[in-house]
């Protein structure tokens, strides 16, 4: 998907990808700003306490750092949102500021998606995806699974056109 030409990092994207990218993006957004909430369990994964042990230094720290921690995560959702090309698809560009931004924004959105999904460290999602379509082809869960497998691909491809 992602390749590298000349000092950009070049993908094109069909009218449906952008959609969800924007969707993705847009719900990071939401859950940083309106729908922020320290108890919910995906805000627990994307601002992990530092000091696990010590509720009262990871308090401590995340009052110094919460707020730029979240800007930038922010940002670099928005940095997805600005790089996106119309509703009608078609070619993104991204410098190595910009496909940085985009490699830590999809980390963010896999993350989100993975707690909500229930995905942990050693689950097999091409199971996860075939227990869900056998369940109920149409279910939101194979959507939401099938995006999850998306943007782990999506960001495999950028991450080793980086390296390349």
């Known amino acids: ?30 859950l940083l700003t309106d729908g922020f909430d320290h108890d919910d369990p995906v805000v627990g994964r994307l601002f992990p306490d530092v000091y696990a042990d010590d509720p009262a230094s990871a308090a401590e720290v995340r009052r110094y750092t919460e707020g730029d921690l979240k800007t930038a995560k922010i940002d670099q959702a928005g940095a997805i949102l600005a790089a996106l090309p119309g509703d ?4 993104v560009r991204l410098d190595a500021e910009a496909a940085e931004a985009w ?3 999809l980390n963010d959105a896999r993350l989100a998606m993975g707690v909500r ?5 050693g689950t097999d999602l091409g199971e996860e995806l075939d227990d869900a379509v056998a369940a109920d082809p149409s279910s939101t869960r194979v959507f939401q699974l099938s995006v999850y497998a998306y943007l782990g691909y999506l960001q495999e491809s950028l991450l080793n056109a980086l390296i390349d």
């Open 1 to 30: 998907m992602f390749r590298r030409r000349g000092g950009r990092y070049v993908a094109t994207f069909a009218v449906d990808e952008v959609r969800v990218l924007r969707k993705v993006a847009s719900e990071v957004v939401g």
């Open 88 to 91: 009608e698809g078609g070619e």
């Open 103 to 105: 490699l830590r924004a």
């Open 117 to 121: 999904l229930g995905v942990k460290e």
